[in-house]
């Protein structure tokens, strides 16, 4: 019979000696320490450079209208492809080009954004606004980040508005 390899040998374990980890603590605290107040003021720093972020959200319920030539078809709210694209589309159009200019005109975003144009603050707009749909729902949510937790609330509300 051949004797068990070296690793599978069996080791007594050897108690765990806390004394000397209490010692290493002891004789290392001035460099723990020091390490903690730095990692402490520079997370401090970072935490307050960090700019404020609002989101504001609106929520918007879509109806889908079937028109009388496809009303001899069937029902079409069963999921298929064509109720999915009707959605899909919905959702771009929430956040289009056309909605986000007219929302930069009523609410006067080119003064906020500090441009000349309500097309130059339509495109900075469109940075900050999103729009998801709950899944297996006609529930859309819009969605706008920004700086200013007044502006995004009112840019929210004013996508709806205008979307409407």
Do not use: H
Request: glycine share 4%; charged share 20%.
């Amino acid at each position: 019979m051949k004797p068990a390899p070296d690793f599978l040998a069996y080791e007594e374990e050897k108690p765990i000696d806390y004394k000397r980890y209490v010692f290493l603590i002891k004789k290392n605290f001035y460099v723990i320490f020091t390490f903690m107040i730095i990692t402490a003021t520079l997370a401090a720093i970072y935490a307050y450079k960090i700019p404020n972020l609002y989101e504001a959200s609106a929520q918007l319920l879509v109806e889908f209208t079937q028109s009388s030539f496809e009303e001899n078809k069937g029902p079409t709210w069963g999921g298929n492809d064509y109720t999915m694209e009707f959605y899909k589309t919905q959702q771009q159009i929430m956040i289009g080009r056309p909605i986000l200019t007219d929302v930069a005109k009523v609410l006067q975003l080119k003064n906020f954004f500090e441009v000349n144009t309500d097309e130059e603050a339509a495109t900075l707009l469109a940075g900050m606004v999103s729009s998801n749909q709950v899944p297996r729902s006609r529930i859309f949510y819009i969605k706008v980040k920004s700086s200013d937790a007044k502006v995004a609330a009112n840019v929210a509300n004013e996508v709806s508005r205008s979307y409407i």
